[in-house]
Nanobody, 115 residues
Framework: QVQLVESGGGLVQPGGSLRLSCVAS????????ITWYRQPPGKERELVAF???????TYVDYLKGRFTISRDDAKNTAYLQLNSAKPEDTAMYLC?????????WGQGTQVTVSS
């Protein structure tokens, strides 16, 4: 069974940090590109960061410097590091694995940035 499971979300204070994980199973993770998205309450889903199967990364310009995407193919896991968290980072964070013919989505992990 194909699965993508996000974890690591929770409550973080402004200025704090979190590392989100996206653990894959049931498919060949190493040949899939990984994208992290987020969806704030009442807003549309937006792209945060991308990492190719070769390890190349792309970020949304206004988020670059606070977010870092990485992957560990040996662990079938992708990560999203959030530093200097802001209240506007509050959102459901979702992981997508995109292959040549197939795309898989996780269920998301909630990040809340608040005092």
């Amino acid at each position: 069974q194909v699965q993508l499971v996000e974890s690591g979300g929770g409550l973080v204070q402004p200025g704090g940090s979190l590392r989100l994980s996206c653990v894959a199973s049931g498919f060949t993770f190493s040949v899939y590109d990984i994208t992290w998205y987020r969806q704030p309450p009442g807003k549309e889903r937006e792209l945060v960061a991308f990492i190719s199967r070769g390890g190349g990364t792309t970020y949304v310009d206004y988020l670059k410097g606070r977010f870092t995407i990485s992957r560990d193919d040996a662990k079938n896991t992708a990560y999203l590091q959030l530093n200097s968290a802001k209240p506007e980072d509050t959102a459901m964070y979702l992981c997508k694995a995109g292959g040549r013919e197939k795309t898989y989505w996780g269920q998301g992990t909630q990040v809340t940035v608040s005092s």
